[in-house]
């Protein structure tokens, strides 16, 4: 996963600049992901040259970060709980550091192991790392058993005006050359990674100047790039309760589909996915069980498929293997699908329920994936009775 930030507009005064704060923990959440870096494990460290007492089956790894390294030693004996130590200083000695958490949990029928721990960035600073591991006897998980993934909770507090409009917001660790910022221009709080989304080293227009963001020996930097871009739309409202964007378009079988007029008196799912799409399938048995059960009191489903180019034939025999008697638009455009970019479409399954009579959207992937779905559309379903 790429860093990233989320950008919130506040007022400011006319300047481009670019404010850091330093933050030592809980940077992760606020930035909302991570890149988790591999650790592999050995036998033996040169790195070590004191060890806690009292180890019965201790691997050694290390922490690397900005050219930093830190030794640590998880220790697993089989009948008691594992422990981890980092060397958080830097000094060869594991016995003189913060103690670290490091605790089993049950995630989906299989063992997790995960914990915090805080290394010494230097300059005074202290950052907060997250570490995980996966079961190292579960053979689905076989060629991470001598692995332990880490991803920095320490980060930034990052501050960027445009043209006199402040944004503030956070990033996980160092920013780099693979930065990119959500820039929530809308103030919607829904990041588009279209029309939002700002990359170290690329330049943007969402203020009506062209800048391009850059970053050197982790700190952000931001200029007026050398070509002018027009300035980007801003994203489709696409919040429960706005409208949803009306098109003509062609259906898989040859006939004409306008939206949302021609679901008139009933309420539609419309369900952006491609036959190569792992989730949008594993989606397909909620999809057709609400189907099956409320197609006959005005339920519809319409596919909007991300497939490639001259695959109409191969997307008809899969659904007709699949069971999906519903209508189909395939333009074989995959990513640079029109409808996709009205819609604003960056990753699939992407679902809306929409009103057939007034094109509300009724709900967002919140409340239409799962195995809920079908009691979901009943609710939505019998709310329109009552009315």
Same mark, same amino acid.
């Given at each position: 996963?790429?860093?990233?930030?989320?950008?919130?507009?506040?007022s400011?005064?006319?300047?481009?600049?670019?404010?850091?704060?330093?933050?030592e923990?809980?940077a992760?959440?606020?930035a909302?992901?991570?890149?988790?870096?591999?650790?592999?494990?050995?036998?033996?460290?040169?790195l070590?040259?004191?060890?806690?007492?009292?180890?019965a089956?201790?691997?050694?790894?290390?922490?690397?970060?900005g050219?930093?390294?830190?030794?640590f030693?998880?220790?697993?004996?089989?009948d008691?709980a594992?422990?981890?130590?980092?060397?958080?200083?830097?000094?060869?000695d594991?016995?003189n550091?913060?103690a670290?958490?490091?605790s089993?949990?049950?995630?989906?029928?299989?063992?997790?192991?995960?914990?915090?721990?805080? #290394?010494d @960035?230097?300059?005074?600073r202290?950052g907060?790392? =997250?570490?995980y591991?996966?079961? +190292?006897? $579960?053979?689905?998980?076989a060629?991470?058993?001598?692995?332990?993934?880490?991803?920095?909770?320490?980060g930034y507090?990052?501050?960027?005006?445009?043209?006199?409009?402040?944004?503030?917001?956070?990033?996980?660790g160092?920013?780099?050359?693979?930065?990119?910022?959500?820039v929530?221009?809308?103030?919607?709080g829904?990041?588009?990674?279209?029309?939002?989304?700002?990359?170290?080293?690329?330049?943007?227009n969402?203020?009506?100047?062209?800048?391009?963001l850059?970053?050197?020996?982790?700190?952000?930097?931001?200029?007026?790039?050398?070509?002018?871009?027009p300035?980007?739309?801003?994203?489709?409202?696409?919040a429960v309760?706005s #409208?949803? @964007?009306?098109?003509?378009?062609?259906g898989?079988? =040859?006939?004409?589909?306008?939206? +949302?007029? $021609?679901?008139?008196?009933?309420?539609?799912?419309?369900?952006?996915?491609a036959t190569?799409?792992?989730?949008?399938i594993?989606?397909?048995?909620?999809?057709?069980?609400?189907?099956?059960k409320?197609h006959?009191?005005?339920?519809?489903?319409l596919?909007?498929?991300?497939?490639?180019?001259?695959?109409?034939?191969?997307?008809?025999?899969?659904?007709e293997k699949?069971?999906?008697?519903?209508?189909?638009i395939?333009?074989?455009?995959?990513?640079d699908?029109?409808?996709?970019?009205?819609y604003?479409?960056?990753s699939?399954?992407?679902?809306?329920?929409?009103d057939?009579?007034t094109?509300?959207?009724?709900?967002?992937?919140?409340?239409?994936r799962?195995?809920g779905?079908?009691?979901?559309? =009943?609710?939505?379903?019998?709310?329109?009775?009552?009315?």
């Amino acid at each position: 996963m790429i860093t990233a930030l989320l950008l919130c507009a506040l007022s400011g005064p006319v300047d481009e600049s670019v404010e850091m704060k330093f933050i030592e923990a809980g940077a992760t959440a606020k930035a909302g992901g991570y890149s988790p870096i591999r650790a592999e494990m050995t036998e033996a460290s040169d790195l070590v040259k004191t060890a806690p007492e009292g180890l019965a089956a201790p691997k050694y790894g290390k922490l690397e970060l900005g050219g930093k390294t830190w030794a640590f030693i998880l220790d697993e004996p089989a009948d008691a709980a594992a422990r981890l130590f980092v060397d958080a200083d830097g000094d060869g000695d594991l016995t003189n550091d913060p103690a670290c958490e490091w605790s089993a949990r049950e995630q989906g029928g299989m063992t997790m192991y995960e914990g915090k721990a805080s #290394v010494d @960035l230097g300059d005074g600073r202290m950052g907060a790392l =997250g570490m995980y591991r996966f079961d +190292p006897t $579960d053979p689905r998980r076989a060629a991470l058993a001598k692995t332990l993934l880490y991803y920095t909770d320490f980060g930034y507090e990052v501050t960027l005006k445009l043209d006199g409009t402040s944004y503030t917001s956070f990033v996980s660790g160092v920013p780099g050359e693979r930065t990119r910022l959500w820039v929530d221009r809308d103030g919607n709080g829904v990041p588009s990674a279209k029309l939002e989304s700002v990359m170290v080293g690329r330049p943007f227009n969402y203020t009506g100047t062209t800048y391009v963001l850059g970053a050197s020996e982790g700190t952000l930097s931001l200029s007026i790039a050398d070509t002018e871009l027009p300035m980007a739309p801003l994203p489709p409202n696409l919040a429960v309760g706005s #409208v949803a @964007l009306p098109f003509e378009a062609t259906g898989l079988d =040859g006939s004409p589909v306008k939206f +949302p007029e $021609d679901y008139k008196g009933k309420i539609v799912l419309v369900d952006f996915w491609a036959t190569w799409c792992g989730p949008c399938i594993a989606e397909l048995p909620n999809v057709k069980a609400a189907y099956s059960k409320w197609h006959e009191e005005g339920f519809e489903v319409l596919g909007i498929s991300f497939d490639q180019p001259e695959m109409a034939e191969k997307v008809k025999e899969f659904c007709e293997k699949q069971e999906m008697p519903w209508q189909q638009i395939y333009e074989g455009k995959f990513w640079d699908t029109d409808l996709g970019t009205m819609y604003d479409v960056s990753s699939i399954p992407f679902v809306l329920l929409v009103d057939g009579d007034t094109g509300e959207i009724l709900a967002t992937r919140e409340k239409l994936r799962g195995p809920g779905l079908t009691d979901f559309i =009943g609710s939505v379903l019998e709310e329109r009775k009552s009315r």
